[in-house]
């Protein structure tokens, strides 16, 4: 019997049709769809092996694609793996969640030529998903212990990269994170039907076997400040990305069951990982049945519809102030989205949340596009007198994120950011003005991808790796001398 494995393709969502006569519960294709393992080697196989990869430089951890396609084509799918693992420490989370029309894949030479791309994402992620049911997927064996040890600030992708690369050379690692669990934005910001916890919760439980010490609960700045942390370990990581919402000045914005995207997507995944959710519970928080109305244009805006139109939502309206073709999410995404009956109401901006206590309807502005701005985009002017009013029972603000003012939470005054609030290292060796102390992925990044948070985890590690090795140096030159 053909072994049965998963791809990533393009959604055969439930239509509007479909919604409007009520077959929508339960038939979303989700990301993933069968497909035998015949398919990823036929896919694999499509590969040119041009000369230049250009699909291997557009990704940010320069994977040495070409190779694994040819070895998963000719179906050595352990050796495929163990190139794969070796540029990514979560081949799996990439291949499903990485923008690959905006990286890998949209730079594939088979694509522009027009022929269509050769499925990259869905094939890293068939190869390493293999290797997990495979069990080629071990905990680090660590050969020598080393006695210096690092304390890294975040369970994200960029803390856990950091961690694994730094224990692969036998350094003794902590993780300090203020959530209840590891994995940062991959548990409770990424919806489950993108990215499915399990895959999110065995890497971690992997880490935890290879002697990777976690910390949960622990709140750098409440519990302990950088200082005090800094004196337990010789070095420190701090990768704690951006959280704090940007926020919509408009009359009405204290009405209830207006809600910051974050606060909407959580508790979605907290009850797709079992937890007790009094305000999802009680109906607050879920979209079952309501107009809902989200506000923004990027991934996150589109993680917020598309989760809403799980939940049962009675509509689902995505309010832009561009044009699509200025959106900054992924065309796929929002593609997807509206396939899945999602209304985009581009150039169209708020003005004001209009209910009593509770809101009711948001009154919105068409815009229209004026000058470039310094940022080289157009920008959206309000148009005159274009008032109308759009029904809404819950409201989610999603206009992206800022860094949170980290000198001032970790009582560390001296601690450089730029004018934005990220924190500014030295670029070549990616430690702060602190000693001692580096900084990776979205807190220096300011918010970007999963597969950039790796890099910069991976960078981090190597310099922390060539500095420790001095300090060591230089400590054991001043016991000799
Ligand atoms: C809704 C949403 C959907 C996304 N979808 C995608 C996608 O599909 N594809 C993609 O590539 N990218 C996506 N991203 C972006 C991606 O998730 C981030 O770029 C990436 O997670 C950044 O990694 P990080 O390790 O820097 O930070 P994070 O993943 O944010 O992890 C930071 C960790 O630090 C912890 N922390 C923060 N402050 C403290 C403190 N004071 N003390 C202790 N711990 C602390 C947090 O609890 C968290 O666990 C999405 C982002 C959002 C918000
Ligand atoms: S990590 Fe992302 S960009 Fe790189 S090959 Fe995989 S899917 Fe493509």
């Known amino acids: 019997m053909k072994k049965k494995m998963l791809q990533f393709v393009s959604l055969e969502h439930a239509t509007p049709d479909k919604r409007k006569t009520g077959e929508r519960k339960g038939d979303f294709h989700e990301i993933y769809k069968e497909f035998i393992k015949d398919k990823a080697e036929e896919q694999s196989s499509r590969c040119s092996q041009c000369g230049v990869p250009f699909c291997q430089i557009h990704c940010p951890l320069h994977n040495n694609i070409p190779d694994w396609l040819k070895l998963t084509a000719e179906g050595r799918l352990k050796e495929a793996y163990e190139i794969s693992q070796s540029t990514n420490n979560m081949p799996e989370i990439c291949g499903r969640i990485c923008p690959q029309d905006r990286l890998c894949e949209g730079n594939c030479v088979i694509e522009q030529s027009g022929h269509g791309t050769v499925t990259i994402g869905s094939i890293e992620k068939h190869i390493t998903d293999t290797a997990w049911e495979k069990n080629w997927v071990k905990p680090i064996k660590v050969k020598k212990e080393i006695n210096q040890s690092i304390g890294i600030i975040g369970a994200g992708p960029a803390g856990l990269a950091c961690a694994e690369e730094l224990r692969k050379y036998g350094y003794q690692i902590t993780i300090y994170d203020k959530y209840d669990r590891p994995g940062g934005l991959l548990i409770y910001g990424i919806p489950n039907f993108k990215l499915e916890k399990f895959v999110v919760e065995r890497r971690t439980k992997l880490l935890k076997e290879s002697g990777i010490k976690f910390i949960q609960n622990f709140e750098v700045g409440r519990d302990k400040d950088l200082n005090e942390l800094k004196n337990n370990h010789d070095a420190l990581l701090i990768a704690t990305g951006v959280y704090k919402p940007r926020e919509i000045e408009v009359p009405g914005n204290d009405l209830k069951n207006i809600f910051p995207a974050m ?8 009850k797709g990982l079992g937890d007790k959710v009094e305000l999802f519970d009680n109906g607050t928080l879920n979209a079952q049945d309501k107009n809902v109305v989200v506000i923004g244009g990027g991934d996150t805006a589109m993680d917020c519809v598309r989760t809403a139109i799980r939940q049962n939502a009675k509509s689902v309206k995505c309010l832009y102030r561009r044009d699509r073709e200025n959106m900054p999410g992924s065309a796929r995404e929002v593609s997807n989205a509206i396939e899945e009956g999602v209304e985009f109401i581009w150039q169209t901006a708020p003005k004001k949340f209009i209910g009593d206590e509770v809101i009711k309807e948001v009154q919105v502005n068409k815009m229209k596009l004026g000058l470039a701005d310094a940022s080289g985009r157009k920008k959206p002017e309000i148009e005159e007198n274009s008032e109308y009013n759009i029904e809404a029972d819950i409201v ?3 206009l992206g994120f800022d860094p949170e003012n980290l000198p001032k939470l970790f009582s560390t005054p001296e601690l450089i950011v730029s004018r934005w609030g990220t924190i ?3 670029l070549d060796t990616m430690q702060t003005n602190i000693d001692s102390v580096f900084a990776a992925g979205d807190i220096v990044r300011g918010a970007s991808l999963v597969v950039w948070a790796i890099k ?12 420790l090795k001095q300090k060591a140096l230089e400590k054991s030159k001043v016991k000799a001398a």
Request: hydrophobic fraction near 35%.
């Open 263 to 270: 606060e909407f997507l959580t508790a979605s995944n907290r």
């Open 396 to 398: 989610i603000k999603s």
């Open 424 to 426: 500014k290292i030295d």
């Open 456 to 467: 910069d985890g991976r960078d981090a590690a190597e310099n922390i790796n060539k500095f």
